[in-house]
C-alpha cells in the first residue's frame, strides 16, 4: 500500500478501493477510508501517496441515512392540504400568507413533549395537533410546544368547522 515511512497511514484508516486511479500517482486501486463525522461518512485517500481522492457517502458504506424528520414523513402532502385550508391558508402565529412564505403543517403539541405524555404517533399526528404554520414559525419553536395560552387562543380563532349546517354540535 504506502510507504509508512513517508506516508504513514493514520490510526483508525480502513483499507479501501479507489474508483479510479489516482490523479497524481496513478496508483490504480489501492486507498485508504478515514470516518468523519455528518454530513459525509468518511474521506477516501490514495493508499500510495495519500492525497484526498473524493468523500464516501453513508450510502456507499452501508449506513443508514439521516432523514429531515428524525421520524420520516409523518405528515403527508394529502394531511398537509387538509390542514392549510382548514386554516385559510395562512400561518396561524403571524398571520403570513403565500407567495410571500412556505406553509408548514406544523405541531401544536411537539414530538417530545407527546412522547412525554405518551401519546401514539397516531395522536401527535392528528389533524387536531396540527396547524399552519410558516417556515419560519414553524423553524423557530424547534422541538417544543406551544405554550397553552397560545393554544387556547389560536383555538379561539380556528374557522368552526365541527358543527352540522343547523349549528348544533
Given amino acids: 500500500m504506502s510507504d509508512p515511512i ?12 479507489l474508483s479510479k486511479p489516482c490523479s497524481r500517482c496513478s496508483e490504480p486501486v489501492a486507498g ?5 463525522p455528518p454530513p459525509h ?13 473524493q468523500w464516501v457517502s453513508k450510502k456507499d458504506l452501508g449506513e443508514p441515512r439521516r432523514s429531515l424528520t428524525p421520524r420520516g414523513e409523518c405528515i403527508g402532502p394529502k ?13 396561524m402565529l403571524c398571520g403570513a400568507a403565500p ?11 411537539s414530538h417530545k413533549d407527546g412522547d412525554v405524555l405518551g401519546l401514539s404517533e397516531q395522536q401527535i399526528d392528528s389533524n ?5 404554520m410558516c417556515e419560519r414559525c ?13 393554544y387556547v387562543a389560536l383555538l379561539e380563532r380556528r374557522p368552526d368547522d365541527l358543527h352540522d349546517e343547523d349549528g348544533a354540535a
Fill in 6 to 17: 513517508l506516508h504513514p497511514v493514520p490510526d483508525g484508516a480502513e483499507p479501501w478501493s
Fill in 32 to 36: 485508504y477510508l478515514i470516518r468523519t
Fill in 41 to 53: 461518512a468518511g474521506k477516501l485517500f490514495c493508499g500510495n501517496c495519500a492525497l484526498f481522492q
Fill in 79 to 91: 394531511q398537509r392540504d387538509q390542514i392549510l385550508a382548514r386554516d385559510g391558508y395562512r400561518c
Fill in 99 to 109: 407567495p410571500a412564505v412556505l406553509l408548514h403543517a406544523g405541531h401544536i403539541l
Fill in 128 to 132: 387536531d395537533n396540527l396547524m399552519a
Fill in 138 to 150: 414553524n423553524a423557530g419553536l424547534g422541538p417544543r410546544s406551544l405554550t397553552p395560552w397560545l
